[in-house]
């Protein structure tokens, strides 16, 4: 299907503030941009770099007063997530040097300490796909999820003690415990078509039989209508906006996800 | 300036033809893309990867018939190109490690034969940027530049030896001279505002004094406008599309720039 | 100064084990490899890869019975560390992209947690060199430094909270507060000469004036003699090894750091 | 089997003189680095770095007097070199994309020229292993196999002109053939076990069927014994060293390789 995604950023800046940004979806395997734009008001200098992840990062300086953002695209995407059941385990020793880091703990996904928790989850799974899916669907059934965002980002242990969180938390967690059992896994923040309420939005994805599988607690069921801007380890790396100096806030933010023909002007 | 490029080919396809593409600019130190559109008639499958020099690439397979590619930037670039005379050569321990693969011959810039000819070229002048420029200045006052595009690609020596060429041969040779003196330097392909007669151009950059600076044998003299879309090493490196198979040629070439308002529609 | 480093280590290994191992030190900007020994008893198939962070990692399978690794180098590393109070912080804007991932939090260094007591401890004291030198001063009189190592790595909250902790443990926190003030700042792991008691150390650096700085809470005064084997942004990314499956034990471990004549044979 | 190389260089340098070095084997697939030593006398300050192919490349300034390199490794490699008749041609569409780089012309193998000539030597053979097999045994039995080492490097046109050639020129165009029928091809260069008369070596590797298989038409048969030092498109990217300014000679150059029992000291 087709997609055209916004999201329309505003800050009330005070003093000269670097931010470094996230925002631009890139084709790959699972998408295709065929329109994008990113505007700045007032227009300042900025400076794009690829992170690690291979994400497209922006680098600027706020100045004081107004100071918005806006980005859009035109995005071709599967209509159907793929699912793959049974889909097997991959041993270590067969993980591309690439996919590695992601089995390392992380910021918000404390993976050292949720080896016992995975193993009762994915009990009499077999191993591999089946077992990332019964944690999604355990994280489904037990997780409260609360859309909206958080102020303060929270990690897998802290969310497994409230037991609720936002679509990012029910992610920390779901890699976590996916980790845990020596299977690569990896946040994605993007957009969802059809997400109530419609906001910016985190998923997680996994690594088994050779690829990566979209997991998402925070749905009744898996379906189409994904775009990822950024990849990571987890929300630390991911970030749509990084922001130093004094703490600024949004005065407005807007997201908009519709379905398009393609071409469409 | 703010400028809208666009970039229209057509071809005439008979087997499924795979390419790999450069036609996307990327916002980077010089310039800043805001809008951008990238469209294929029919639509197909399309994976987008980022090479050694930092381009972003596509892969496809062309279906047999007529297939078209459209692609369109708004950016916004500087309205004059930096010239800094005197700026010093930097010795070879002090350049970055990424700034190294730059000094070495390459396919269409045989450095490793230039180098009595680019001392005599430049004798007398500071070294560094004024190297450079009279190497540019050499090349634009010795070597016939032909507007349009050669079949095939010819390399600095061939170039030299015919005392003409098209953009992309000027510049090859302006690499040859600069590397076989130390300089690093690097082709750039994309768009010139007011080009005559209007068509996708190169030229080359030389690193002196911590950066890289442009120079255009092909223009009476510098000044700004403009686009890139790839860099690298030369030609071989920075194709606008890479074809693979029998040979396919464009039944359809037009390019554009034109100069817009920040911000228009 | 010249120092011959080895590190053995032997394991019993009861089912084939995925190691992924990061022992063999590289030549950089601040030392010198001019020998190496890495030998596996029994021998097995290795696979060599480079991390995101530079680091040579090794990734093999453990056959079960005794597993033993003997690694040695000779290296050449500075008398004195270099020091350079005044020396002022850096810009977000002006850092190189490749340090910015240095700022965010990560595993065991949870900076977004530590700003107002970051900035406490630093309080009086110029931005930049001065900061992290503080910082070092306070860890070196406030958490007590207990030489060995411990089983279960813990982060720099829970580090704050114990008051106590080895030598990874106040690298972890001294990075946390760090970033926490836009300071980037990573992990070390090497070898130092001269410490007591003997065995693999970790320290910290911190970016400041253009270049990356040595800090280390657990020494009474910073000196010369250290060997680095890996960089990281905690003890997640550079752990000397990270193995996979049922846990297993070091049977023996004995690190050794000689200082020798250049061309010792 | 388990070989013990060595290189010593020595250089008789006039002005203190740039140099990039790449004498460093690294651990890979094919080949792990037991042992390894690398001194320079004088001893000067050397920095490492990366370069684009995975190689390790050292850079110092040697100063003006006799300045020797010595260097050895003890590497375990393989006893006969893996061959696959038969093996498939991989389809553009599927290489990675870390290997479409190997796909282009470059400095020394023009295989945009070779077309032609590759479908003829190559005719009625299966795609893929064959082809370059066929490509091998065409070299081995037209162009003149003259060991030793020539002053100047020339390109592939140039040694199919002269049908005659050192190990580096045999192998750059057996690339140049490779790559103008779509198969990618690189150039190694290291040492061979029994090479007569020994000194550093070259030769290629063709990507067929997933992974990168030898081939080295000067040698009669393919046996086993390589030790790869570096890795590249042709021998600009592949240079053991590259000096800049006046140039410099070697006043003496021994390559050893000798079979070794495994844990010689």
């Known amino acids: 299907m087709w997609l055209r995604t916004s999201c329309d950023l505003a800050f009330d800046i005070t003093v000269p503030t670097p931010f470094i940004l996230m925002l631009r979806p890139r084709s790959g395997v699972q998408q295709w941009v065929a329109r994008e734009e990113y505007r700045l008001v007032p227009s300042v200098a900025v400076f794009e770099f690829t992170d690690n992840y291979g994400n497209l990062c922006q680098r600027l300086i706020a100045p004081p007063g107004a100071f918005a953002l806006h980005t859009a695209a035109d995005v ?35 993976s050292d300490r949720f080896n016992q928790m995975a193993t009762s989850i994915t ?25 909206g965002s ?21 992610s920390h967690l779901g890699i976590a415990l996916c980790r845990s059992l020596s299977i690569p896994a990896r946040l994605v923040v993007g957009y969802l078509y059809g997400l109530e309420p419609m906001d910016l939005h985190a998923w997680f994805e996994a690594y088994v039989a050779g690829r990566w599988y979209t997991f998402d607690a925070t749905q009744a069921e898996l379906r189409g209508g994904y775009v990822a801007i950024g990849y990571g380890r987890d929300a630390a790396d991911v970030a749509v906006y990084n922001q130093f100096g004094p703490a600024v806030y949004t005065t407005a933010q807007e997201v908009r996800v519709q379905c398009i023909e393609e071409g469409a002007a």
Chains 1, 2, 3, 4 share one sequence.
Do not use: H, K
Not at 76 to 83: C, E, G, I, K, S
Not at 123 to 139: F, P
């Open 123 to 147: 009990a009499g799974q077999r191993l591999g796909y089946d077992q990332v899916a019964s944690i999604e669907a355990w994280l489904r059934n037990t997780i409260r999820y609360e859309p």
């Open 150 to 170: 958080s102020d303060i980002p929270v990690s897998a242990v802290e969310v497994n003690a409230r037991q609720s969180g936002v679509c990012r938390d029910l």
């Open 76 to 110: 071709m995407t599967a209509d159907y997530v793929d699912q793959a059941p049974g889909a097997p385990f991959v041993q270590i020793q067969d993980l591309p040097d690439a996919v590695l880091s992601y089995l390392l703990p992380s910021r918000y996904c404390e």
